[in-house]
C-alpha cells in the first residue's frame, strides 16, 4: 500500500505544457510521469550542493587562489 499525499507544486507554464503532452504520448497521468522523472534524477539532484554550502563572506580554496 503506498502512501499519497496530496502536494500543490508549480511549474512555469511551459513546463506543464511538457509534461501534459508527454503524459499524453505515454498515456500516463501528469503524476506519474514527475514521479519517474524524480526517481531517475534523483541520484544527480544529490548531487548538487545546498544552499548552506556556501556562506555568505567565505570565499572557497580555488577563489582564493595560492597565496604562497
Not at 23 to 52: C, G, H, T, Y
Request: hydrophobic share 30%.
Amino acid at each position: 500500500m503506498s502512501d499519497k499525499r496530496k502536494q500543490s507544486l508549480y511549474f512555469p507554464d511551459e513546463y506543464l505544457e511538457e509534461i501534459r503532452n508527454e503524459s499524453l504520448r505515454q498515456d500516463r497521468s501528469m503524476s506519474w510521469l514527475v514521479q519517474k522523472a524524480w526517481e531517475i534524477s534523483r541520484d544527480k539532484i544529490m548531487q548538487f550542493p545546498s544552499a548552506n554550502d556556501y556562506l555568505p563572506g567565505e570565499v572557497d580554496e580555488d577563489e582564493r587562489g595560492s597565496q604562497d
